[in-house]
Nanobody, 126 residues
Framework: QVQLVESGGGLVQAGGSLRLSCAASGRTYTNYRMGWFRQRPGKEREFVAAIRWSGSSTNYADSVKDRFTISRDSAKNTVDLQMNSLKPEDTAVYYC???????????????????WGQGTQVTVSS
């Protein structure tokens, strides 16, 4: 059974940091890319960051570049999102996702990701 489980969300003040983690199981992810998406109230789900399961290539949304860092630990089957210098506009439900590598890291369309976690709430107060 394919399963992605996010953890690490919470409430933080603006300028603070949070680290989200995604535990992946039920599939061999060698030919997959792992992504983080977020959905703010009343908005569509948007791309945040992605990383190849095999290799170190990454891609970031312009809004989080230089503040967020995505990483993965193949031995632990986890993908983390380190979020620094958080802003109130980062408040959202954050989702971990997995999608085939052949779509490419630059493809930020959530429809190219087929496995999704349940989401974790991140709230940044001003």
């Amino acid at each position: 059974q394919v399963q992605l489980v996010e953890s690490g969300g919470g409430l933080v003040q603006a300028g603070g940091s949070l680290r989200l983690s995604c535990a992946a199981s039920g599939r061999t992810y060698t030919n997959y890319r792992m992504g983080w998406f977020r959905q703010r109230p009343g908005k569509e789900r948007e791309f945040v960051a992605a990383i190849r399961w095999s290799g170190s290539s990454t891609n970031y949304a312009d809004s989080v570049k230089d503040r967020f860092t995505i990483s993965r630990d193949s031995a632990k089957n986890t993908v983390d999102l380190q979020m620094n210098s958080l802003k109130p506009e980062d408040t959202a439900v954050y989702y971990c996702a997995a999608g085939p590598t052949f779509f490419g890291l630059s493809n930020t369309d959530p429809r190219t990701y087929n496995d999704w976690g349940q989401g974790t709430q991140v709230t940044v107060s001003s």
